[in-house]
């Protein structure tokens, strides 16, 4: 097989829009509003990146996952305030549904919400639900049907990096069947934002210590500090990294252990690379005034959604238990562990 | 830095299934003793069966008795043996990065000699690098061999040379000038030297393949220079990502994740299943980042700061790795259990610090890898 990539132009557009549009004071202003800067977003849904990866007949704008991951990444990288990946993913669900895909933001009912079906109706609850104020309609699967809900949001709440995050009620239609597996999608997804904060912090951090002055010199030439550095460069690689080999995968079949994996190797270096960027920018790191935190909190945020460290080692240490040959797993992955 | 992301094609797949029934065959389990990856058994027999079937000096030129495959075709012969603890320790060093050292700097002469050789599973090398008081700080060591007629005379001494006794070949780096960088070349030194005598080193587990070696008046003639003279810096450093970048870095430890994935112990065990995950997802990381590197090889780059990144971080998973199973293991594992995978995990647990010191201390790389993210 060919080594298939992200759309090169692409990429470099999207990392672009993002880097100008995306500045430390646009995440601030966000944050204080409690809604997403609405001239970016309108720039980003005239540009239709919100629906890359669904074909075009299908209502979508067309390309691949991979291009979809992509710009999820950049948007990692600048703490873009955006509903950017639930918008994708529900589309994604409606489309896998062959359901009409209406304009505007979408949230995503997380899989682990509690839902009653009876017929073509679906009812419950939904705990701190991404971004649901603000958005046009709720998307979920449950039973392998998608359905949509009018937004009902019973608690306004926000995330660990100060982004919508609602409790809502559900009173929602089935809309179609679907395959898609939303618990995977949405791992994937985050581990494209995690991998592009993780990017980010990275090279804030190398900058960072290139500049600040101690004890004469650079912080950076202490080696001391060099190791965070390190440890940095290496969380933020393999994320990325795994993020694309997981999205490879897709295109040969459904790929629960190479997701499943990635998200679990980025969760725990997440962890590992925001002590690290902080340990490294001391106490300016600490500061609202200061890049750092819009990226490590959402480090926080992303990392428990979708799976959590445990969870994810535990499903698939649970499989290869049952199987019996590690190297076979590693070498193989979803070919051997569904 | 982004590592691109690439799959197996499907020769390269072929090759995979190959080597593992070849394997299966080759070495069926129990009839033979499990190595702790690199630092497998020495069993020449094996390494010549192995060359045998085109599987060592892979990478070679066709001229000289090499395959003409690529980097990605060597991991993936090479990450099955590790896979069950092969006794790959006769033919490791030479088929990884002497060879292909040899390839890119030798004399025609000793292409024709040695790669032949190696690709046959004939010869052994061993690296002398580190001096008694050379360590992480290379480029400060003092074994000196002085121009003398058509040749040099070598005195001085190597210490903590892995399998040095058992080789056939010491590729071994001089000091041949004052320059600190420029004043270092590397020497093919075949083992029956004479005034080259070898002594073993028992290691921390009671093996004994470390070893120290002094040159005593040792004469070289100059044929058996490799590279420029004042080159051996230069060459080194390449060598290095053969050395840094591979599977050889994260698995050692892969027979006893493999029987401790197997045990009872992990079923009905939701710490040990976590943990058994957490690696198998760390793996396929790892994994990955190998490939990444073998491919860039194969492009004709010279990743070493990649090298260097997955090594530093790579070493410190496989300890960890050890660290868990022991965690699990309910006792302390004996070192001279008749469970071969008992012992085996006795031994992990001795040598695995080894692990982040040899081929470059995590310190060290950790400078490298800074320098290196500094320059882009």
């Avoid at chain 1, 409690?34 to 977003?41: C, D, I, R, V």
């Avoid at chain 2, 590592?3 to 065959?25: G, I, M, Y």
């Amino acid at each position: 097989m060919s080594d298939v990539r992200a759309d090169r132009d692409l990429v470099a557009t999207v990392r672009e829009l993002f880097r100008e549009r995306c500045p430390h004071e646009v995440v601030t202003q966000a944050e204080a509003d409690g809604a997403a800067p609405e001239k970016l977003w309108a720039e980003v849904v005239g540009m239709g990146l919100h629906l890359v990866g669904i074909p075009e007949e299908a209502g979508g704008s067309g390309g691949t996952i991979l291009d979809a991951l992509a710009i999820l990444h950049a948007a990692g990288e600048q703490a873009a305030p955006l509903p950017l990946a639930e918008t994708m993913l529900a589309a994604m669900i409606l489309a896998d549904a062959g359901a009409q895909i209406p304009e505007g933001a979408l949230a995503v009912v997380p899989p682990t919400a509690e839902l009653r079906v009876e017929g073509d109706q679906v009812s419950g609850a939904a705990a701190r639900v991404p971004w649901a104020r603000g958005a046009e309609l709720l998307v979920g699967v449950v039973d392998g049907k998608a359905f949509t809900a009018p937004v009902e949001v019973t608690r306004e709440g926000v995330d660990m990096a100060g982004m919508p995050c609602d409790d809502v009620r559900i009173d929602g239609t089935v809309v179609g069947d679907t395959a898609a597996d939303l618990g995977l999608l949405g791992a994937l997804a985050r581990s494209a934002q995690l991998a592009g904060a993780l990017e980010a912090a990275s090279d804030l951090t190398r900058q960072y210590v290139g500049e600040r002055v101690q004890f004469g010199q650079p912080v950076g030439r202490f080696q001391a500090v060099q190791q965070h550095v390190v440890t940095l460069a290496q969380m933020a690689a393999m994320a990325s990294l795994s993020v694309d080999r997981a999205a490879l995968a897709t295109l040969r079949g459904p790929a629960p252990f190479e997701i499943k994996a990635t998200k679990q190797v980025i969760d725990k270096n997440a962890t590992v690379a925001a002590r690290a960027a902080h340990q490294a920018h001391g106490a300016i790191g600490m500061t609202q005034e200061y890049r750092l935190q819009q990226l490590t909190r959402r480090l926080y945020a992303w990392r428990g959604e979708y799976g959590d460290e445990k969870q994810l080692a535990l499903e698939l240490g649970t499989k290869i238990a049952a199987h019996g040959k590690l190297h076979e797993v590693i070498v193989a992955g979803s070919e051997i562990i569904k | 830095m982004r590592l691109e992301a690439t799959e197996l094609t499907d020769d390269e797949r072929a090759l995979q299934q190959e080597v593992r029934s070849w394997l299966r065959k080759r070495l069926p389990v129990g009839s033979y003793p499990l190595g702790l990856g690199m630092s497998g058994e020495i069993d020449p027999e094996f390494s010549r069966d192995l060359g045998a079937q085109g599987w060592l000096g892979m990478a070679l030129p066709t001229e000289y008795g090499g395959h003409g495959r690529t980097a990605v075709e060597r991991l993936i012969v090479v990450e099955e043996l590790l896979a069950v603890g092969a006794p790959v320790g006769f033919h490791w060093v030479g088929d990884r990065q002497s060879g292909p050292s040899i390839a890119k700097h030798g004399t025609e002469e000793q292409k024709r000699d040695l790669l032949p050789r190696i690709a046959r599973g004939e010869v052994s090398f061993a690296i002398g690098m580190s001096e008694p008081d050379s360590g992480s700080d290379l480029a400060s060591l003092r074994t000196r061999a002085v121009r003398e007629g058509d040749g040099w005379r070598v005195n001085g001494t190597k210490i903590w040379t892995s399998g040095a006794y058992e080789s056939t070949h010491i590729l071994a780096l001089f000091r041949t000038s004052e320059d600190k960088h420029t004043g270092l070349t590397q020497f093919i030194v075949p083992r029956e030297t004479e005034g080259m005598s070898i002594n073993k080193i028992p290691f921390i587990d009671g093996t004994r393949h470390f070893c120290e070696i002094s040159f005593e008046d040792m004469y070289l003639p100059d044929s058996l220079r490799m590279g420029e003279v004042g080159g051996g810096w230069g060459q080194n450093t390449a060598e290095l990502v053969l050395e840094r970048g591979g599977v050889d870095r994260w698995m050692s430890v892969m027979p006893i994740l493999e029987n401790w994935a197997t045990s009872r112990s992990v079923e009905g065990d939701a710490a040990a299943a976590a943990d058994l995950g957490a690696i198998a997802a760390r793996s396929w990381a790892f994994r990955g980042m190998s490939l990444s590197v073998a491919r860039m090889v194969d492009e004709g780059k010279s990743p070493v700061t990649e090298a260097a990144l997955i090594k530093e971080m790579a070493t410190r998973f496989e300890q960890e790795c050890t660290d868990i199973v022991a965690r699990h293991y309910g006792r302390t594992p004996d070192l001279h259990s008749d469970d071969p995978h008992e012992s085996l995990l006795a031994r992990a647990i001795l040598v695995s610090p080894s692990w982040s010191i040899r081929g470059g201390t995590n310190e060290i790389l950790r400078t490298v890898i800074s320098k290196g993210l500094n320059k882009r």
